[in-house]
C-alpha cells in the first residue's frame, strides 16, 4: 500500500524567518473605524477579504498569484482583537506595465477614503472603506511585482494566535529527531541481520521472535504517513493497495516477512525477502539527511504515529500472523514520546499544559495495553476480552484529542 | 379478550366491503383508483419510468438511497430473463404508484411473479406487501437503476461476446484496502427516493419477487443532507460536495453510450457506473486544523466557495494561480478536476450518498461516501480522474473498502418492454 504524504502543512514555509519582519512591511496602520461591523467574526472577515481581493485583482488585467500569507496581528491597546492581516504577492504574465489606475478610479467611485497615494518607484495606493473598516492598499516596487494587502479591522479571533514558530527553532528539531531516528535505524540493522540468520537457521520461533523484534523498532521510528516515501513501502509497506494483494512481488519488507513466517513459507523463499529488506535498510541509512521529512511535517506526526496506530493496528490491517497489533501500538507510544522530547521546547513555549496532559494521556495508554500483556507476549488484538478492548480503544482517543492540539500549535506560515 | 387469527381477517375483510358500499352511495359506481393520493404526494413525486435512458442517473438525486449488489442464483439463461422481467415488473410498479400494477406473468415462474391477478392472492397467501409504506404506497420519486457487473458476462449464461467492451472488474487502487464481501457482484440497484421507508420498502420487495433467483451481496444505506444553510448539501467532512458536476446538457458527451462508440447494439442508451464505498476517517479529520482541512480540499469550510472566490458557485481561475499560491497545487478539487480543455472529456457525473453505519474494530465511527458516478467510458473519465488523486493529500482521511464497475442498462421504453430485453433475447 502506498501511502501518500500528508499535505506539507504550509506549503509557503519559505521565508518563515522574514514573516516576522514582513508582518511590519505589509501590515497596515488601523485606526477604529467609524461604523466597526457588529458581527464581524474571524470567517466573515475571511469572507469579505477574499471579496476584496477578488474585486481588485479583477481591475487590474494580467496578473497571475505567486504568493499569499495570512495572519492575526494584534491590535494595540485592544487585549484580545486582532485584525486578520492578509497579503497576496501578484506578477503580470506579459511584459506589459501593470496598470492600477482602474482601481484608484473603482475605489474612489466606492466612496473608499484614501489614506496614502504615494506614487512613483514605490508606489503605495492604501484606502479605507469607512462602511466596515476593511483597509487595502496596492503596492509596486518594481515593474514585474505588485502586493496586495487586506486588513480587517479589530475582531475576537476562533481561537487566540499562537506565535509563529521560527524555521530554524522547527530545523533544530527536525536534527535532533533524525539522530533518533539514525540511532533506531542501526539498531534495526543488527536486528534485520539476526533475523536473516535465524530464518536460514530454519528455527521457526526464533525466527518470529527476531521479526518482531526487528517491526517494533522500525515504529519507533514514528515512521507514520508517509516518512520516508519509497523507502517506507519497501521496508514496512502493506498489500491492500496492491492489485495482487498478499501474492503481489511489491509487497516486500518486514510484513511480508511475518506474512511468510505464519504461513508456512520455507526459508529458501524468505532468505531473498530479508536480503531485500538489508538493503532497502541500508539504502534509507545511506540517505536518511534527505529522507527525513520536513521540518514542517514534524509536528503533524505528534499525533500521526497513533492515528496510524489507530486505523492499522487495531483494526488488525497490519496483522499478518503475528497478532502484534497492541505491541506495535506499544512502540508507537514509544515513538510518540520521543517525537513530544524533541518538541517540548517549542510547545511548553506555546501551551505549557499541553505536554503534561499528553503524557498523562500516553501513560494510561500504557498501562491499558500493559493489562493486556499475557505472559509471553500480547495478546492479538482480535483475541482481547471486550472490556480491555475498548479501554484501550478509549485511552488511545483520549491521548490522540490531546496529542492533535501540537500541530496547530506549530504552525510556520498560515496559508 | 381473544380474537383467532381468522376471525380478525373475517372483520377485515367485512370492513373493506362495507367501505366500497359506502363510496357507492349518492353517486355514480366508480372503479377505485390504482392508489389513493397521499400527504406530500405531487404530480414531481414520480420520476417517469419508461424511457431510452433509466431514471436515477440524470434525475435530480433524491435524498435517499440503498446500494444493493446481488449474485445471479439461477442458472440457466431462461431464468435469467425471468430475473429482468420481474425487476422490471417490480420496479415499473413501484416507481410508478400502482399504475401498472405487478403486470401479466410473462415469466412463467410462480416465485418470481406470484401474483397472475394483480389485484388478488392466491388463496392462503401472506400479504402482497410488507406494510412499511401502508396501504397506499407513495412514489416519492423513487427510482430503481440496474446495472449489471463484468462476472454476469462469464460463462454461465454465454453472455461473454455481448459484454460492453469497457466493462471489467473493478482494479484495487494504491490506497484502497477492498473487502471482497463489498466488492463487485453480477448486478447493482441504486435505489432512491426522497423518503428513507420508501428506499427500504423497495428493496425489500424487490428482494422477495426475485428471492432463490438473486441473492444479495452487500447493501449500504445512503443520504444526502439538507443544504447547510444553502447551496449545495455538505458531506461527512462538513465540506460542500457535487458543487461541480455535469449537468444534462453535457450527458451525450459524458454520460449515455450512444451508437457508434464500438458497444455492442443493445448496449445503446446505457452508462457506466462506478461505485467506490468510502470510509472516512472522521476522527483523524475532526483532529486537523481548519486551514488545513480547507488547503486539503481547496475551498472554504463555511462558504464551499474555491480559496480563490467568494462563492461556492465561482469558477477557480487557476490560470491565474499557476503557483497555487491560493489554492494549491494538490488540493482535492484541483487534482479531481483541472478544469482545462485537455480535462473536460474526463468528466464524471457524481451521484453519491453519504452513509452512517456502526463502528469500526478500533470503536470509531463507520461513515463516509457511497461515491457513484456515471460516466461514457471508465478509462476516460473514472480511471482518469482516480490516477491524478493518487497523490491527494485526502488520501489520508479515506479509506475506500468496496465497490464495482458495473454497466447501467437502457432505460425500458414501453410497457412491454424490460430491462435487459436486448441482451438476452
Excluded at chain 1, 466597526?36 to 476584496?52: C, I, K, W
Excluded at chain 1, 500521526?304 to 497490519?318: K, P, S
Excluded at chain 1, 506549530?410 to 496559508?415: D, I, P, R, T
Excluded at chain 2, 381468522?6 to 366508480?30: C, H, M, N, S
Amino acid at each position: 500500500m502506498s501511502v501518500p504524504t500528508r499535505r506539507t502543512m504550509f506549503a509557503a514555509a519559505t521565508a518563515v524567518l522574514a514573516v516576522a519582519a514582513a508582518l511590519g512591511a505589509f501590515l497596515l496602520p488601523h485606526h477604529a473605524p467609524r461604523h466597526p461591523h457588529p458581527m464581524l467574526n474571524e470567517s466573515r472577515a475571511q469572507e469579505l477579504t477574499d471579496g476584496y481581493r477578488r474585486d481588485t485583482v479583477a481591475r487590474i488585467p494580467g496578473l497571475r498569484y505567486t504568493d499569499s500569507f495570512r495572519s492575526l496581528v494584534a491590535c494595540p491597546a485592544e487585549p484580545g482583537r486582532y485584525t486578520l492581516s492578509s497579503r497576496y504577492d501578484l506578477s503580470p504574465d506579459s511584459a506589459a506595465p501593470i496598470a492600477l489606475a482602474a482601481v484608484r478610479g473603482y475605489w474612489r467611485h466606492l466612496g473608499y477614503r484614501i489614506v496614502n497615494d504615494t506614487p512613483g518607484q514605490n508606489s503605495q495606493l492604501l484606502v479605507e472603506n469607512p462602511g466596515d473598516g476593511f483597509r487595502i492598499s496596492v503596492s509596486q516596487r518594481t515593474a514585474r511585482y505588485v502586493r496586495l494587502a487586506i486588513t480587517s479591522p479589530c475582531l475576537v479571533p476562533a481561537a487566540p494566535p499562537v506565535a509563529l514558530v521560527l524555521s530554524q527553532d522547527l530545523a533544530t528539531a527536525r536534527e535532533a529527531y533524525q539522530r533518533y531516528v539514525a540511532g533506531q535505524l542501526t539498531q534495526l540493522a543488527r536486528e534485520v541481520a539476526a533475523l536473516r540468520t535465524a530464518v536460514g537457521g530454519g528455527a521457526l520461533a526464533r525466527a518470529r521472535a527476531a521479526w518482531l523484534t526487528a517491526q517494533l523498532t522500525w515504529e519507533h521510528v514514528g515512521a507514520a504517513y508517509g516518512s520516508f516515501g519509497e523507502f517506507a513501502d519497501a521496508i514496512d509497506g502493506l498489500p491492500q493497495g496492491l492489485p495482487r494483494g498478499t501474492a503481489d512481488a511489491r509487497f516486500t519488507g518486514l510484513h511480508r516477512v511475518e506474512y511468510g513466517l505464519w504461513h508456512g513459507e520455507p526459508a529458501a523463499r524468505l532468505l531473498p525477502i530479508v536480503d531485500a529488506l538489508a538493503a532497502d535498510l541500508a539504502r534509507l541509512r545511506g540517505t536518511l539527511p534527505q529522507e527525513t521529512p520536513p521540518p514542517t511535517d514534524l509536528p503533524l506526526r505528534a499525533h500521526e504515529i497513533l492515528e496510524d496506530a489507530q486505523r492499522d493496528h487495531l483494526t488488525g490491517l497490519t496483522d499478518f500472523g503475528g497478532g502484534a497489533g497492541l505491541a506495535e501500538t506499544s512502540a508507537d507510544v514509544d515513538a510518540t514520546e520521543a517525537l513530544l522530547d524533541v518538541l517540548a521546547p517549542l510547545v511548553d513555549a506555546r501551551r505549557p499544559d499541553l505536554l503534561p496532559a499528553a503524557h498523562a494521556g500516553l501513560d494510561a495508554l500504557r498501562q491499558a495495553l500493559s493489562a493486556a500483556r499475557t505472559g509471553g507476549g500480547w495478546s492479538a488484538p482480535v483475541a482481547l476480552s471486550p472490556a480491555r478492548r475498548l479501554r484501550i480503544d478509549a485511552a488511545l482517543g483520549g491521548a490522540l484529542e490531546t496529542l492533535a492540539g501540537v500541530p496547530g500549535l506549530l504552525e510556520v506560515a498560515g496559508s | 379478550m381473544s380474537v383467532s387469527r381468522r376471525d380478525a381477517i373475517k372483520r377485515l375483510t367485512a370492513g373493506a366491503v362495507g367501505a366500497a358500499a359506502v363510496a357507492g352511495i349518492g353517486g355514480e359506481p366508480r372503479h377505485l383508483a390504482p392508489r389513493a393520493a397521499v400527504a406530500g404526494d405531487a404530480a414531481g413525486d414520480v420520476a417517469p419510468f419508461h424511457g431510452p435512458h433509466q431514471a436515477g442517473v440524470l434525475t435530480p438525486a433524491q435524498r435517499n438511497a440503498a446500494f444493493a449488489a446481488f449474485d445471479v442464483a439461477a442458472t440457466s439463461p431462461g431464468a435469467l430473463r425471468d430475473v429482468f422481467r420481474a425487476l422490471t415488473a417490480r420496479t415499473r410498479e413501484l416507481a410508478s404508484g400502482g399504475q401498472y400494477g405487478a403486470g401479466p406473468d410473462q415469466s412463467g415462474s410462480a416465485r418470481l411473479a406470484p401474483r397472475d391477478d394483480p389485484d388478488q392472492s392466491p388463496a392462503g397467501s401472506p400479504p402482497p406487501d410488507s406494510g412499511v409504506l401502508g396501504p397506499d404506497v407513495p412514489t416519492d420519486r423513487l427510482t430503481v437503476t440496474v446495472s449489471v457487473g463484468a462476472s454476469l458476462f462469464d460463462e454461465r449464461f454465454g453472455l461473454a461476446a455481448r459484454k460492453p467492451v469497457r466493462l471489467a472488474t473493478m482494479p484495487t487502487f494504491a490506497n484502497d484496502a477492498l473487502e471482497p464481501d463489498w466488492c463487485h457482484g453480477d448486478l447493482m440497484l441504486q435505489l432512491c427516493a426522497d423518503n428513507a421507508d420508501t428506499v427500504h420498502h423497495a428493496l425489500r420487495d424487490i428482494t422477495r419477487h426475485t428471492r432463490g433467483a438473486l441473492q444479495p451481496r452487500y447493501r449500504l444505506a445512503g443520504f444526502i443532507s439538507p443544504p447547510r444553510p444553502s447551496g449545495a448539501a455538505r458531506n461527512l467532512m462538513g465540506f460542500k460536495d457535487g458543487i461541480a458536476n455535469p449537468t444534462a446538457a453535457d450527458a451525450t458527451d459524458l454520460v449515455w453510450v450512444g451508437a457508434g462508440r464500438g458497444e455492442p447494439d443493445w448496449a445503446t442508451g446505457g452508462t457506466y457506473q462506478v461505485v467506490r464505498l468510502i470510509r472516512m476517517l472522521t476522527e483523524f479529520w475532526d483532529r486537523i486544523t481548519l486551514s488545513e482541512q480547507e488547503a486539503i480540499i481547496g475551498r472554504r469550510r463555511d462558504s464551499g466557495a474555491p480559496l480563490d472566490g467568494t462563492a461556492e458557485t465561482d469558477v477557480p481561475d487557476y490560470e491565474r494561480d499557476p503557483a497555487g499560491a491560493l489554492i494549491p497545487l494538490d488540493a482535492h478539487i484541483r487534482l479531481a478536476n483541472p478544469r482545462t480543455t485537455a480535462s473536460a472529456p474526463n468528466r464524471i457525473l457524481r451521484r453519491g450518498y453519504n452513509y452512517d453505519g456502526g463502528l469500526l474494530a478500533n470503536g470509531n465511527l463507520d461513515a463516509g461516501l457511497i461515491f457513484c458516478c456515471y460516466q461514457q467510458d471508465i478509462r476516460r473519465q473514472f480511471e482518469t480522474v482516480q490516477n491524478r488523486l493518487a497523490d491527494d493529500p485526502l488520501n489520508d482521511y479515506i479509506r475506500p473498502f468496496g465497490g464495482g464497475y458495473f454497466y447501467a442498462l437502457p432505460g425500458v421504453v414501453s410497457p412491454q418492454d424490460w430491462y435487459a430485453r436486448a441482451l438476452l433475447s
